[in-house]
């Protein structure tokens, strides 16, 4: 892992393979290495970037409370850094709004964009509001309760599951309150995404309950032109759960 300093905080990320740069985003609470198999299946055509975002992994946070595009503003930092003008990314869930939140303040650094379950529209009312009771019960009791009620719902694969748990439960307190509140607070992005300049694939499992992929279709048919892979059979992590499908 290489790091660099960016906003307050130290970034850390992977970079791999060769040919035209993509950034592979990870969702809440996980980091990059969620990507592994992907992105071995996608090292032969691409200059891979690999990040953790704050908080995760072995990158850093602040105490204080940040958005989407401080988040998508740290990738930015990172693309400079990398001397790279311009890059395609693939958001997972959280790591979508991430990249939609780049490609709405940064269109022209943004080749193409690939949302794997993930979507557009902004939290419900309720959902906006259990984002914070959640925060509040890890500031008390830890990110072990996260884990143990995520990880049925992020993949009913065993051998999914039980990477993405002790992951889960790797991360810091610090990281999943600050996500979890900048994940209640961002916006719908629907308009911004249909006046993209660039291509969009939304690659969606039939399985996922925690984002169900009737969001993904949702944003088909406001945009017939993009590209949508409907994966059968596949929960939360097409990543992990069908790699070939998903690279």
Not at 59 to 83: C, I
Not at 104 to 129: H, M
Not at 221 to 246: N, Q, Y
């Amino acid at each position: 892992m290489n790091t660099v300093s960016v906003n307050n905080i130290s970034l850390a990320y992977e970079r791999l393979g060769k040919g035209v740069p993509l950034m592979l985003v990870h969702g809440f609470p996980l980091d990059h290495t969620i990507w592994t198999e992907t992105a071995a299946l996608l090292a032969g055509k691409f200059d891979l970037i690999l990040p953790d975002l704050r908080g995760f992994g072995q990158s850093t946070t602040v105490d204080a409370f940040y958005t989407m595009v401080d988040m998508a503003d740290d990738l930015a930092a990172l693309l400079d850094h990398l001397g790279l003008e311009k890059t395609a990314l693939a958001g997972h869930s959280m790591g979508g709004y991430v990249s939609l939140a780049f490609a709405k303040k940064y269109p022209q650094r943004v080749s193409g964009l690939a949302l794997v379950a993930s979507q557009t529209a902004a939290d419900t009312p309720e959902r906006k509001a259990n984002r914070y009771k959640d925060a509040g019960a890890v500031a008390q009791k830890g990110v072990g309760l996260i884990a143990e009620g995520m990880t049925p719902k992020l993949s009913a694969d065993v051998k999914t599951q039980e990477f993405v748990r002790p992951l889960m439960e790797r991360q810091t307190p610090a990281a999943v309150i600050g996500a979890l509140k900048s994940m209640a607070e961002r916006e719908d992005t629907l308009a911004a995404l249909l006046a993209a300049p660039f291509p969009l694939v939304l690659i969606h499992g039939d399985m996922d309950v925690l984002i169900p992929i009737e969001r993904a279709r949702e944003i088909k048919a406001a945009l017939p032109s993009a590209r949508l892979v409907e994966l059968k059979g596949v929960g939360h992590m097409p990543m992990m759960e069908a790699p070939a499908r998903t690279a």
